[in-house]
């Protein structure tokens, strides 16, 4: 029996504890993975009150907590409710339990929870239930670990109990604290199990910062419309299927991230789209249409699980070859009577023509899809606020999901319009709102992906019967107009759960009618001057200029900084050396520019970025500092081993010199490093072949 460890806790004004400790114990008790990354997360099946004696029963009035995930909201709630009760008949036999954890006395009644924590990771470990006994009055709650018999009763595993503790030492100070009553008998399998020293410093600390620093979020929960135990074995499974995947990955974008981003995204529409024929009743499997498919694996894999469906693109990916006659990929071409958007060239319409030609046709309804249950949208760019319109003009029972990333309205670049949130929150409230306009029950989610947009919507139900559709399609084109006319004006009220305050929020020229030619939508486009990309997108970050073209402007830039005056100079000492380096002047951008002729700016314009960008991708020979250019002096150079994790340097190493160094070649001083130090080729003779460096593989 002993204390495990303490945390210290101060809080000022009195104001967080014990309520944000209460909140921190939620956070361990339904997303355990946040702290012990071993773990998926944690299934909670039910939750409640359970007396302090015998013969009471378990009030239900909060029993089967997330029961209405995927529907069967009472019978759940009646089997979470029964299954809490027995369980803690069965276990409140095993104890009276050993000081510290001394039996409890307090008034009122304690609040069991009961919960399953999911491992990650092949070969996946076994589930473990766990019991958790909160005492709000006595500022403690005990986990007791549950073990099986071989006749159907749950007995606790004594050995790995253990508890949190809070308690209030004086004024602002306060102390959080873990005991167990049989620390040497602890068992840790290093998953569902720990080590006591990480309950005792790694789960006490983080449980300690967060019962001070508790931040209501501005985002959902992840997996919150779905059940995490289902998701966390469909994962596991599809990630299996799919990991082979990684390694014969064609394209040039990290194979890692966007394989197990797709098999996350489908893994969440599998189960999504399960629970959707639960509720409906349906037998058939959804039939989707991807806008923006890209590499195309989300369609492959939804294909392969049974859903009937196509992507489509802009153009094809190398990855296509590799996919079977299941999938169904196409591309945008006149001949082919198909509706593309890109997620990378957000190209939105074709039209039925005789020749083979590829164009890009802005939103009109004259390309719905009355056939589809179900559009997705994964990062679609341009498309996204398009997709509920597509979805409600399409037919009414045609559902959305959407993972919006890069911010567009219906015309072009969104634009801020309230300071008081994060450009991603009020993006997403945007998006939101145009699911309420047109007509959707919407909902939100987090999903687990590895990306920094995460969140999801989802518009499965709608707001309206329908005979009310033709009302709903007016009120869908006056928001659109009133986007376009109104980019300044526009309602600032936070997204709800209230259609028709989301439908009320429209500018003053969405009130009255608008134009004939905007109003009317059969047969024509739904924004007028919409500009999509093109086919083929202009590499503009100076990268595919000349290098002869690119090599002329960085030696007119150097020999500018070399001979602007006063002249600046560098002693170099090391080794005792002590001849002059000219380091050169430091000239704004401004003063750079006016020195190059106007052909040369001319054709650094049309580039992003322009001379900034070609100026900072010339890494070896120029820093570009709050606007002002300067030579790169290779002596001030932090070693690598102090700035660079691991792998970088060991991309480093391996790839050492295999460019010419620009110094030791034009420099008037030539290279201020000696051959040994510098990371670039004095001469010919000492460069290496370039070797491509993979990266080692994340091993969970």
């Not at 006595?138 to 949190?164: A, D, M, R, W």
């Not at 029950?441 to 139900?461: A, M, N, Q, Y």
């Not at 970050?541 to 500018?560: G, H, M």
């Amino acid at each position: 029996m002993g204390l495990v460890g303490t945390a210290a806790v101060r809080d000022p004004g009195g104001t967080a504890l014990p309520r944000g400790f209460w909140a921190a114990v939620r956070v361990w008790l339904e997303k355990p993975q946040v702290a012990n990354r071993r773990l998926s997360g944690a299934a909670v099946q039910a939750e409640g009150t359970v007396p302090l004696g015998e013969g009471e029963e378990v009030s239900p009035c909060f029993a089967a907590v997330g029961a209405g995930r995927g529907g069967g909201a009472q019978e759940g709630r009646a089997a979470g409710a029964a299954e809490l009760g027995r369980l803690w008949r069965e276990v409140r036999g095993q104890l009276p339990l050993p000081p510290p954890l001394v039996a409890w006395g307090g008034p009122g009644e304690l609040r069991a929870v009961l919960r399953t924590l999911l491992p990650r990771g092949r070969p996946a470990a076994p589930w473990a239930r766990e019991l958790a006994v909160q005492d709000v009055y006595n500022g403690t709650v005990t986990f007791l670990p549950l073990e099986e018999n071989s006749e159907g009763k749950y007995l606790v595993k004594k050995c790995n109990i253990y508890q949190i503790q809070l308690k209030h030492i004086k004024d602002e100070e306060w102390s959080i604290s873990v005991v167990a009553p049989f620390p040497e008998e602890w068992f840790s399998d290093g998953i569902v199990y720990p080590k006591l020293a990480w309950l005792g410093n790694e789960l006490l600390s983080k449980l300690a910062k967060w019962s001070v620093e508790q931040k209501a979020s501005e985002f959902k929960s992840t997996l919150s419309l779905i059940s995490v135990a289902k998701y966390s074995k469909v994962y596991q499974d599809l990630k299996e299927k799919y990991k082979e995947m990684v390694k014969v990955w064609p394209e040039v974008t990290d194979p890692e991230k966007f394989v197990y981003e797709d098999v996350a995204i489908a893994t969440y529409l599998l189960i999504l789209w399960e629970e959707e024929r639960k509720e409906k009743g349906l037998t058939k499997k959804q039939s989707f249409v991807d806008l923006g498919c890209g590499n195309g694996l989300l369609v492959n894999i939804l294909n392969n699980e049974g859903h009937s469906g196509r992507g489509i693109d802009v153009r094809r990916r190398k990855i296509w070859d590799m996919y079977g006659p299941e999938t169904h990929l196409e591309v945008l071409c006149k001949c082919m009577s198909v509706l593309l958007i890109c997620t990378f060239i957000h190209l939105f319409m074709v039209s039925y023509c005789i020749d083979a030609s590829e164009a890009a046709i802005i939103p009109g309804d004259s390309h719905l899809f009355p056939d589809a249950d179900w559009l997705i949208g994964n990062h679609s760019d341009e498309l996204t606020p398009w997709i509920p319109v597509i979805a409600a003009r399409s037919s009414y029972s045609c559902c959305y999901f959407v993972l919006p990333c890069c911010f567009f309205d219906f015309h072009g670049k969104y634009s801020r319009r309230q300071s008081k949130k994060t450009q991603y929150r009020e993006y997403l409230d945007f998006v939101a709102q145009v699911g309420f306009v047109c007509g959707f029950h919407v909902e939100e989610d987090c999903l687990r992906i590895p990306s920094t947009k995460r969140v999801s919507f989802i518009g499965k139900s709608r707001t309206y019967p329908p005979a009310e559709h033709a009302l709903i399609d007016k009120q869908i084109t006056q928001f659109i107009n009133s986007r376009r006319s109104c980019a300044v004006a526009t309602c600032d009220r936070r997204v709800g759960f209230n259609h028709k305050n989301h439908c009320g929020g429209l500018c003053k020229e969405a009130d009255s009618e608008p134009p004939e030619d905007k109003t009317e939508t059969t047969g024509t486009s739904w924004m007028p001057g919409f500009q999509p990309r093109e086919k083929v997108e202009q590499i503009r970050n100076c990268a595919s200029l000349p290098r002869d073209f690119v090599d002329e402007v960085v030696l007119n830039v150097a020999n500018l900084l070399l001979n602007s005056a006063p002249q600046k100079s560098c002693s170099d000492k090391q080794g005792g050396n002590t001849n002059t380096w000219n380091q050169g002047e430091s000239l704004s951008l401004r003063e750079v520019a006016e020195h190059l002729n106007k052909e040369t700016l001319k054709k650094l314009k049309s580039e992003y970025g322009g001379l900034q960008t070609l100026l900072k991708n010339s890494h070896q020979v120029f820093e570009v500092l709050n606007g002002r250019v300067h030579i790169r002096d290779w002596r001030k150079e932090k070693p690598s081993s102090k700035t660079k994790p691991e792998v970088k340097r060991r991309l480093s190493a391996e790839a050492f010199k295999t460019r010419l160094c620009w110094f030791f070649i034009h420099h008037p001083d030539g290279c201020s490093l000696p051959s040994e130090a510098c990371p670039y080729a004095h001469g010919t003779e000492e460069l290496r072949q370039s070797q491509i460096i993979k990266k080692k593989k994340h091993i969970e």
